[in-house]
């Protein structure tokens, strides 16, 4: 039965980093990842995800964020790819609304760049979006969007320059605490370690069946179109955007158009809902979008 000081359930977004950052440490680490890496059947895949230092959930988050930036900027020296691309962050929203008023406390107490844009710097500068005359519209000009399957495929990479072992399709059967260390079963083998880290997203519960009643997966639906003015949504000359509207819960957001031959598929203008959808178990995933889904995106 073979031995680690760490082994971690899932090699995703948190279970990659995880990984590198334990073995990097020097530690002897396991990472078990049920499907390939990377996959779609998680919370990474998708080609992109944004970030930004304003969170209008609330302020503690900030200092993580600033560090989130550093350690971007830290993997990108070490292995020579780009991770992150800045675009500007641009936000909307009605006056008042949690969107609008979170991003400038958070801005406001952390000492954020936030350009408040008037209409007229609004329809000139960002013409792309038709909004009403009294919308708040604000631009966080240092945030844009990471790759979240290329940062996980690097995290991994580095690991396993400094040690650790990555086996995928390896699912997880179960797991005990001995007392003197953790015994870790998949379908495949029996292994044991000191510590364990859980870092299985959706899963986790399964793992975990304590922290069931603190979770909630759902089902978030993304979709690309294709604009009948391509040119004016191109990763250059469009930024990731965060919109919210009067009497519709959450927000929507999106990315520019990345070009399929630096960014890979899907390719169009990816535009999505921050809002939690219908509730399901990872393992029984409805994966075909209806059209109410579509039309909330759309209209």
């Not at 609004?122 to 919308?135: D, G, M, V």
């Amino acid at each position: 039965m073979k031995k680690f000081d760490v082994i971690v359930l899932g090699v995703g977004s948190m279970g990659s980093a995880a990984c590198y950052y334990l073995s990097q440490a020097g530690a002897n680490v396991l990472g078990l990842e049920q499907f390939s890496i990377t996959h779609d059947q998680g919370s990474h895949a998708g080609q992109s995800r944004i970030i930004r230092k304003a969170y209008f959930e609330h302020p503690d988050y900030v200092p993580l964020l600033h560090r989130a930036y550093e350690n971007w900027q830290e993997l990108e020296a070490i292995t020579g790819h780009q991770v992150f691309f800045k675009t500007g962050l641009f936000y909307a929203g009605p006056r008042h609304h949690e969107l609008i008023d979170g991003t400038i406390r958070s801005a406001q107490i952390h000492a954020i760049e936030l350009d408040r844009l008037d209409t007229s710097k609004r329809n000139q500068n960002f013409p792309q979006f038709q909004l009403s005359e009294n919308a708040i519209t604000l631009l966080e000009p240092n945030a844009g969007f990471v790759t979240p399957e290329r940062a996980i495929l690097l995290f991994v990479e580095q690991a396993i320059r400094h040690g650790a072992t990555i086996k995928s399709h390896q699912q997880v059967t179960g797991w005990k605490n001995l007392g003197t260390h953790v015994e870790v079963t998949t379908a495949e083998e029996t292994y044991r370690c000191d510590k364990l880290v859980v870092t299985a997203g959706p899963w986790a519960s399964k793992i975990l069946p304590s922290v069931e009643k603190h979770l909630n997966v759902t089902r978030q639906v993304v979709a690309w179109f294709k604009p009948m003015q391509w040119e004016m949504f191109e990763f250059g000359r469009f930024p990731c955007w965060l919109v919210a509207e009067e009497g519709i819960p959450g927000a929507f957001y999106g990315f520019p158009i990345l070009p399929a031959a630096n960014f890979g598929p899907p390719v169009g203008l990816k535009v999505a809902y921050h809002y939690p959808g219908l509730r399901v178990d990872p393992d029984h995933v409805n994966r075909t979008d209806t059209r109410q889904e579509v039309n909330v995106l759309t209209n």
